[in-house]
């Protein structure tokens, strides 16, 4: 019951996923990024544990594809369990488990990997990727251009899952999850139990973008912050 592209930018070092469900709180159980490190999707029967499992294996230097099968070996249930991955290199893996009741597909692309389960068609998965795929605006060396970049091809990818059929049941939870240097993330924003999540999550990034800069000179430099002239977005 979710769909989702992890990613890895070459240009920026940049890691991310995004993440549609029709499971409340989606963007709790299944997105997970380390700085650095890579990504890990765990969907379908979704383990938990897999997340921080995941990104620890990629740290101590496995690639996607040895870390996607140590999740799959150590998994109790590992037929119910849909994984990918992608790695510090840019390479891809996943894995569907057999005895997924529905729809189960994916697609690979460069330094990218869609998933989803109870699709409504074989070509959801292969969609995002190529709206991906399909937004390479040349970047700036500015930092506080490539992060929004990157998240508006992130986003395009769930746009294209969504407009490619999406799931079986309407979605109502969606995530944007990006990490760049820090130990904490660039970007978490997440929709719960709202109708037209993507939609939703597009709109809310959009509030976000304009000071994502400030989150980070907040916990480095606070004393250079000036107050925000829209006292709402005071934190």
């Not at 469900?21 to 997970?32: D, F, Q």
């Not at 995941?54 to 740290?59: P, Q, S, V």
């Not at 389960?117 to 990727?129: K, L, P, S």
């Not at 709206?131 to 060396?141: F, M, R, V």
Request: charged share 20%; with cysteine; hydrophobic share 45%.
């Amino acid at each position: 019951m979710t769909f989702s592209l992890s990613a890895f930018d070459r240009q920026t070092g940049l890691f991310g996923i995004a993440v549609a469900s029709s499971s409340i709180a989606v963007g709790n159980r299944c997105p997970w990024a380390k700085a650095g490190v890579g990504v890990i999707a765990t969907q379908h029967r979704t383990d938990i544990r897999c997340g921080p499992l995941g990104l620890d294996l990629l740290a101590k230097g496995f690639s996607a594809r040895e870390t996607v099968d140590i999740l799959v070996n150590s998994s109790e249930h590992p037929n119910l369990r849909q994984f990918a991955a992608v790695d510090r290199d840019g390479r891809t893996a996943f894995f569907n488990g057999p005895d997924i009741e529905s729809i189960a597909t994916a697609h690979q692309g460069e330094a990218c990997v869609s998933v989803g389960n109870f699709m409504a068609n074989h070509e959801v998965t292969a969609a995002m990727v190529r709206g991906y795929e399909a937004n390479t605006a040349p970047y700036s060396a500015t930092p506080n251009v490539a992060a929004p970049l990157f998240a508006e091809r992130l986003l395009a990818a769930l746009d294209a899952g969504v407009a490619a059929g999406g799931e079986t049941q309407p979605a109502m939870a969606a995530a944007l999850l990006i990490v760049d240097k820090h130990d904490w993330p660039l970007v978490d924003l997440r929709v719960d139990f709202e109708p037209n999540p993507a939609t939703k999550l597009r709109s809310l990034w959009r509030s976000y973008a304009p000071i994502i800069d400030r989150f980070v000179t907040q916990v480095l430099e606070p004393a250079t912050l000036k107050p925000l002239i829209n006292s709402a977005l005071q934190v």
